[in-house]
Each structure stands twice: as structure tokens, then as C-alpha cells.
């Protein structure tokens, strides 16, 4: 995992998840404006994902 992105993740979600669709980003944007855990815990949950098709 790129730790840029991780780091990103956690000050400010949304901006981790620039890579992909616009869905992604607004709910990602949402959950962090309800709460910022909601938001980092989708942004991290992403991420992984993203490595894990990449490395299958």
C-alpha cells in the first residue's frame, strides 16, 4: 500500500479516492461529513480494495 494514500486517508478521506468514480468520492464525502471515522473507515476499505485487485 502506498503510504501517501493511507496518510491522505486519514486527514482527509475524499481525497484519497480522487482515482475513482464520481460515486465513490461523494460517498465518501458524505460519510465524513456525518463523522470522520465513517469517512476514514470507507476510505481505507477503498484503498485495500483497489490493491487487492491489483495484485490479483
Known sequence: MDIRRLILAII?????VMNK???TIMLTGLLTLFGWVPGVV?????I?????????
Open 21 to 23: 468514480e464520481a460515486g
Open 12 to 16: 482527509l478521506p475524499p481525497a484519497a
Open 48 to 56: 485495500y480494495q483497489e490493491q487487492k485487485q491489483v495484485a490479483a
Open 42 to 46: 470507507a476510505a481505507l476499505v477503498m
